[in-house]
Structures are given as C-alpha cells and as structure tokens.
C-alpha cells in the first residue's frame, strides 16, 4: 500500500455524479487570537492506493494530536475494490487546542502504511500584535 | 413502476427516457469522454436514477441490449442506462460485477465508457465527529 495524499482542509465534497473529490480552503496553518479554542471545522482527506487486486476491507486508526498530546482516536473502516483505491474523507468540528503547536493528523493501517499531515496553529494574539506594532526606540535605530 | 424497455421507446412511465438532450449529446459526441460528461449532466440520467435502483437499472440495460439497434436514437437510451450505472455506490459490489459482466458490444462506446466509470468508482470513507470543547484555564 502506499500513501497518494493527505492533507486537511476546511471542507471537501464528493461530486455525486462524478464521484470526484474537491478540496476547498486547504489548511497549511491556523491562526488564532486566544487559546484554548474548538477549531470548528476541520476535514481530513487522505486517498490510499492498495497494491493488490480485489475487494478488500481493513481499519485504519485515526489519531489526533496537539502538540504531542493526544486529542482524539477513531477507528476508520476502509473499503478497497478492483481499481485499488480507497478514498478517506472525515469532517471534524471542534477540535480543542489549548495552546499553539503542531496539530497533526495520523491515520494509520496497521502493518502497511500512515498518511499524515500536521500544521501549526499559530498564536497571533493582539499582545503580540503590538509588540509587532511597536516602533524601535531611537538607540535602536542607531 | 411502469418501465418499459423498448430501445427508442424507453420510458419511465409516461416519461421517455431519450430526451431531446440525450439525443442530441449521442449524435455530437465525438469522443466516449465528451458523451459520459455530457450525459451525467443530463436530465434523462437524473430522470433514470431518481425512479429506478441500480438492479432495475442493470436489467434495463440488458434487456436493450438483448437485441440490436434498429437506428441511432435506438441507442440513447442505452447510453443513459450505462452513465446512470457511473452513480453506483462503489462499495456495493454486487452491482459492479453485474456492470462488468454486461456485452456491451453492440455500443460502440459501450467497453471505453465502462472502463472510464469504473476507473472512478474509487470507494470513499466519509466520517463526521464533533469532539468535546477544552476547559478554560
């Protein structure tokens, strides 16, 4: 097995005459103003491609974790069929993040591959935004 | 339901199932792409999903290939079967076989668009959790 992608995005859709996927608002960071927060919407995709021919069906393990603590974990069945590929598509709403880190997401199919991704949540609160604002004192600019 | 399966003649009920559209979208077609994009947006497929389930969808399709295509509008209705089969639940294995297993040599199309509508028929997993709010310090 191996892993095509996997990222997260605030939404996705799956086309219903298509069956195609589209990802929309692909999540590279987060930036936040006050901690703890519920992130309120979050969606992980992953497509995972099987090397084997046939039908086949396997659980995977979804593991969240902010800033190396765990958040949540959820089993995650996973159908293959004759075109060997398998999409995976989870909408999470209020994620808790206490404090800013990497918030990633680890799914993972025992004994054959893990299809992660991880971004930051970003502390921008206003305290910091002044102190951005700040001008350098005059010994500073000398 | 009252379907009736006679190749021009389709039809849901008093409906016809080659609508004007599909007829249209099977004469201009010049490639088996063009024609499975243009038919999954036309209304007769719409039309055939709404008031029949994949088996009966299935079946209807045998039954028109069963014999040959006396003329070209003989053959939308066909066609329209075929692309309603590309909305299939891609789990729902029992059909898929039936699709693979359908002659489709009397479309000339018929084994290209099967092979592109089974090429995304890629199983999704779609999961939704609410998870519990943080406490504030």
Sequence with gaps: MKVQFALCAQTASIDRTTNRVSIFNVIDHLPVSSFPINVPAVTFVSVIESDKDG???????????????????????????????????INFQGIPVREPGPLTFRLTIPSEVTAETTFQVINVSQKEAIQVATPPTAQQGK | MDTTLNQA??????YGIATPSAKEAVLVANTPTFLLDRLRKDIAVQFVLDNMGPPEIVRALQDGLATPPTDVT?????YVYLVA??????????????????????????????????????????????LSSPSKP
């Design chain 2, 9 to 14: 003649s389709a039809a849901i009920g008093p």
């Design chain 2, 85 to 130: 089969l590309s909305s299939v639940d891609p789990r729902d294995q029992e059909v898929w076989k039936q699709i693979r297993s359908l002659d489709l040599s009397r479309l000339e199309w018929g084994e290209t668009m099967r092979r592109l509508i089974c090429a995304d028929a890629v199983p999704t997993t779609t999961l939704e959790f609410t």
């Design chain 2, 74 to 78: 003989a053959l939308v209705p066909l």
């Design chain 1, 55 to 89: 039908d086949s069906n396997v659980k995977g393990i979804l593991e969240i974790t902010a800033n190396k603590s765990l958040v949540a974990r959820l089993d995650v069945p996973i159908n293959f069929t004759t075109n060997r590929l398998a999409r995976v598509v």
